[in-house]
Antibody, heavy 124, light 110 residues
Framework: EVQLVESGGGLVQPGRSLRLSCAAS????????MHWVRQAPGKGLEWVSY?????????AYADSVKGRFTISRDNAKNSLYLQMNSLRTEDTALYYC????????????????WGQGTMVIVSS | QSALTQPPSVSGSPGQSVTISCTGS?????????VSWYQQPPGTAPKLMIF???HRPSGVPDRFSGSKSGNTASLTISGLQAEDDTNYYC??????????FGGGTKLTVL
């Protein structure tokens, strides 16, 4: 079964850091770009970042997180990460790990597999 | 990076057809065929319904179809069913190598 399982969310104070993880199974992880998408409570979807299948060749961020968040992947561990620094209250959201559908693509195609999300709450 | 523009809500009766629009610019929707549509019932993760403007993933009913004209993409749902009553989002790749989502549309089946 194809599956993405996020972890690492929680309650954190503004200005602090948090690292999200996503464990992938059921598909050849290192053949696909991966994304993070977030959804604030009661709001719509917001794309956060993606990383290409071969890690460093193509990485992109939304303007709202550029310079504060870092995406990375460990293909040997079938895992995706999101390091979130200098967190703000507006970063409060459910963070989804998602798979790009294009084989060996560089990101930017449709998202065909989604995890259930991990909740991040930034509050003092 | 402004969100793509979707109507906040649309409605239709069972059996009818509805169309949800998604308007961007030549830097996103109009410039690429990487437009996707997602369905998201409350409390669940989004589900891919249409990719690359008009293609349906396996398992998605053919009542769902996608198209694009200029800077506006559209999702049409024909033969509306009660189970279609939920939220829909469009997305597009952009010229700045990022991805944009629409603000979302709530479809109500009357």
């Amino acid at each position: 079964e194809v599956q993405l399982v996020e972890s690492g969310g929680g309650l954190v104070q503004p200005g602090r850091s948090l690292r999200l993880s996503c464990a992938a199974s059921g598909f050849t992880f290192d053949d696909y770009a991966m994304h993070w998408v977030r959804q604030a409570p009661g709001k719509g979807l917001e794309w956060v970042s993606y990383i290409s299948w071969n890690s460093g060749s193509n990485i992109a961020y939304a303007d709202s997180v550029k310079g504060r968040f870092t995406i990375s992947r460990d293909n040997a561990k079938n895992s995706l990460y999101l390091q979130m620094n200098s967190l703000r209250t507006e970063d409060t959201a459910l963070y989804y790990c998602t798979k790009d559908q294009e084989y060996r693509g560089y990101g930017g195609d449709a998202l065909d597999i989604w995890g259930q999300g991990t909740m991040v709450i930034v509050s003092s | 990076q402004s969100a793509l523009t979707q109507p906040p809500s649309v409605s239709g009766s069972p059996g009818q057809s509805v169309t949800i629009s998604c308007t961007g610019s030549s830097s996103d929707v109009g410039g690429y065929n990487r437009v996707s549509w997602y369905q998201q019932p409350p409390g669940t993760a989004p589900k891919l319904m249409i990719f690359e403007v008009r293609h349906r993933p396996s398992g998605v009913p053919d009542r769902f179809s996608g198209s694009k004209s200029g800077n506006t993409a559209s999702l049409t749902i024909s033969g509306l069913q009660a189970e279609d009553d939920t939220n829909y989002y469009c997305s597009s790749y952009t010229s700045t190598n990022t991805v944009l989502f629409g603000g979302g549309t709530k479809l109500t089946v009357l």
